[in-house]
């Protein structure tokens, strides 16, 4: 059973997903360069086990696709979507257990000691703004409730003791802020880093409780917390590394700019600064990171977080939908629908209750169940041979989406694409389409 990321690497390997990559890469560009050319090819997620100028091992890619989301969350891939839609409802969520002692304890850095240039953190992409944490899962806890919380926010190295913190304001862990500003307190977090994917998928969920019990629901056992060296916050015992400091109230300095989501560079804000007090890791650990901008950063932060809210919604518009896919090299802005449509209404019906799930999705496409979802090949050929663009598309004008979309104005709206690529309209007689059998290459190559 996976509980942690060495556990994890197991399966991977086991299922041929993993590469381990001996040859000296740099940690400057090099590493994120070979790490999204094996994303972008489809290849098997690499484990870094000679970067030079560290120590350490790094990991990158855990959950970079639907095979891996499948391995991680112990399910078929047909399975994913309703596997997390299970996880993330309240109802089966696992509390988290308190230990007395955890992994990363075996070395402990505090004070005047610490110092993060020691720490092998990636500069990724060339237009970065230097070295990010990027795959580290931000520990944090609601001051006024004592509830956990879970959170990604981008950390740029400022100095031997100083990370940028970005926090959208929507982010609950920016809400503990607001309350400890008001006070004029610090407040305490910390960063995991190295996990459990469990952990890591749960954290890029919107949740209104600590999002550790979505870990739990995942794994059928509550994951296991220790309490931090210099914090008062439960962090996850099997994490790689932990970094631990706080928030001061009222400091906000340039900090940016990354790759982000959209596939375009983010800019450069005013952020909070976080003062590290302890760095502690395991035994011959490995770092962990995301190559921002590219696969597992839509799959964690939209994919599989928001194909169970939309699933629902379109599933509500028509019982017919089989399945749903927010499609990572959309950038989570596209979201395709399969569909054993009765009616010729259905297709534009489930578009619209898809649109009105969430902000994001600028375009839907409706496909037969013939097509892979999962296969962009699969869909570009329904939308090449079942699509007529006077007939078959309608527009939403003034729509809102993400103010983060390139097409859309500083508040996010925008037009937004619905498109019937379904065969049957009744216009000339059906085509059957052609099929060849599955087979084992193993048994001719």
């Known amino acids: 059973m996976i509980h942690d990321l060495r556990s994890y690497l197991k399966v991977l390997e086991a299922a041929g997903q993993l590469a381990r990559i001996r040859r000296p890469v740099r940690l400057a560009h090099e590493l994120a360069d070979v790490a999204a050319a094996l994303e972008r090819q489809g290849g098997p997620a690499p484990l870094f086990e000679a970067v030079t100028g560290s120590p350490w091992r790094i990991f990158s890619s855990a959950v970079a696709n639907q095979q891996r989301a499948a391995l991680a969350l112990g399910c078929d891939k047909s399975q994913v979507v309703e596997t997390m839609r299970r996880a993330l409802d309240p109802a089966h969520g696992i509390a988290p257990v308190r230990v007395e002692s955890a992994a990363w304890q075996a070395h402990v850095v505090t004070g005047d000691a610490v110092d993060l240039h020691q720490v092998p953190i990636p500069t990724h992409a060339a237009g970065d703004g230097g070295p990010f944490i990027t795959g580290g899962v931000t520990v944090s806890k609601d001051p006024i409730s004592g509830r956990g919380n879970l959170s990604y926010n981008r950390m740029q190295v400022k100095g031997p003791r100083e990370l940028g913190f970005d926090v959208n304001e929507w982010r609950h862990v920016r809400q503990f802020m607001d309350v400890q500003e008001a006070k004029g307190e610090p407040l305490p977090i910390a960063v995991a880093i190295g996990l459990d ?249």
């Open 197 to 445: 994917p469990a952990i890591s998928i749960a954290a890029g969920a919107r949740y209104d409780d600590d999002e550790l019990y979505i870990a739990g629901a995942i794994r059928g056992v509550g994951v296991p917390v220790c309490r931090g060296v210099t914090v008062p916050v439960d962090i996850p015992a099997e994490a790689e590394i932990v970094i631990e400091g706080i928030l001061p109230p009222h400091v906000r300095r340039g900090e940016g700019p990354l790759a982000e989501f959209h596939g375009y560079y983010g800019r450069i804000w005013d952020s909070p600064m976080f003062e590290v007090t302890a760095i502690c890791w395991r035994d011959a650990p490995i770092f962990q990171t995301i190559i921002p901008g590219w696969n597992e950063h839509v799959y964690i932060g939209n994919v599989l977080p928001r194909e169970p809210l939309l699933l629902n919604f379109a599933r509500h518009v028509s019982k017919n939908v089989v399945g749903l896919h927010i499609a990572p090299y959309g950038s989570g802005f596209l979201a395709i629908v399969s569909l054993n449509k009765k009616n010729p209404g259905e297709p534009k019906n489930v578009a619209m209750g898809v649109f009105a799930a969430h902000v994001n999705v600028k375009w839907c496409i409706i496909v037969d169940a013939d097509v892979d979802i999962y296969d962009p090949a699969d869909v570009m050929w329904a939308l090449t041979t079942r699509v007529d663009w006077s007939r078959d598309i309608f527009l939403v004008p003034g729509a809102q989406g993400h103010e983060m979309d390139p097409t859309a104005d500083t508040r996010g709206v925008h037009a937004k694409l619905g498109v019937d690529a379904t065969a049957d309209k009744g216009r000339r007689e059906a085509a059957a389409r052609v099929r060849y059998g599955d087979v084992d290459l193993g048994r001719y190559l």
